[in-house]
């Protein structure tokens, strides 16, 4: 089964700083996707990021970037500038390409990220 | 851009009651899911449905939960007697195909007492 680590479970950044977020994950698939996910203090689910395995160039949108090491099974989370709205529950996920049928999301554990002035 | 819509947004309970908790996944989805999040702890996947059939599901969802498509646009989940420890957030997601964006609803918290 596909596990998903997030081993920071807190981490802290001045206003305008740049932070990473790290996660880890298990699977034996050669091809799958990985996200990231906000989760504000609304509980809405908003997704931040995600990377296509089979690709080698890091995602990047706006501010956020990932540092995606395939071989390792590390997908980090880069947070640049950055901002009080980015204050929220970080979680990664995995997800399976799909085969036919649309798999599951798998998540890991969350990274609160408080941001300060 | 499209939402999924989940109704209620709280809904509060007896223990042995049983809740439906209803979503409208965006009209052109075909893929449709159920997660749930006690609070303080990860997304957990329910389970997954297509074809007007479970697809996929985990194993918290025992006896007591069900899912239904009753009218081709509404998507519920049933808890036939809650518990205590039903008391969680829980999040309708829906997606058109399988390697697109998944949308999630913005949940409906439930407090079972």
């Known amino acids: 089964a596909q596990t998903v680590t997030q081993s920071q479970p807190e981490m802290s950044v001045q206003e305008a700083e740049t932070v990473t977020l790290s996660c880890t994950y298990d699977?034996?698939?050669?091809?799958?996707?990985l996200f990231w996910y906000k989760q504000p203090p609304s509980r809405q689910m908003i997704l931040v990021i995600r990377?296509?395995?089979?690709?080698?160039q890091n995602a990047t949108e706006n501010r956020f970037s990932v540092n995606f090491q395939k071989a390792a099974k590390s997908f980090s989370l880069k947070i640049s500038d950055s901002q009080l709205g980015d204050a929220a529950m970080y979680f990664c996920?995995?997800?399976?390409?799909?085969?036919?049928?649309?798999?599951?999301?798998?998540f890991g554990t969350g990274t609160r990220l408080q941001v300060t002035l | 851009e499209p939402e999924v819509t989940q109704t209620p947004s709280h809904q509060v309970t007896q223990m042995g009651q049983e809740v439906i908790l209803r979503c409208v996944p965006i009209?052109?989805?075909?893929?449709f899911y159920w997660y749930r999040q006690i609070l303080g702890q990860k997304v957990e996947f329910l389970v997954s449905?297509?074809?007007?059939?479970?697809?996929?599901k985990s194993e918290i969802f025992d006896d007591q939960f069900s899912v239904e498509r009753p009218d081709g646009s509404n998507f519920t989940l049933k808890i036939r007697s809650t518990k205590l420890e039903d008391s969680a957030m829980y999040f309708c997601?829906?997606?058109?195909?399988?390697?697109?964006?998944?949308?999630f609803g913005s949940g409906t918290q439930l407090s079972v007492l």
């Open positions: 699977t034996s698939e050669s091809d799958y996707y």
């Open positions: 990377q296509e395995a089979y690709k080698q």
């Open positions: 996920a995995y997800r399976r390409t799909y085969t036919g049928t649309a798999s599951k999301l798998t």
């Open positions: 997601a829906s997606i058109r195909a399988g390697n697109e964006k998944l949308f």
């Open positions: 449905f297509y074809n007007n059939e479970i697809s996929e």
């Open positions: 009209s052109n989805h075909l893929y």
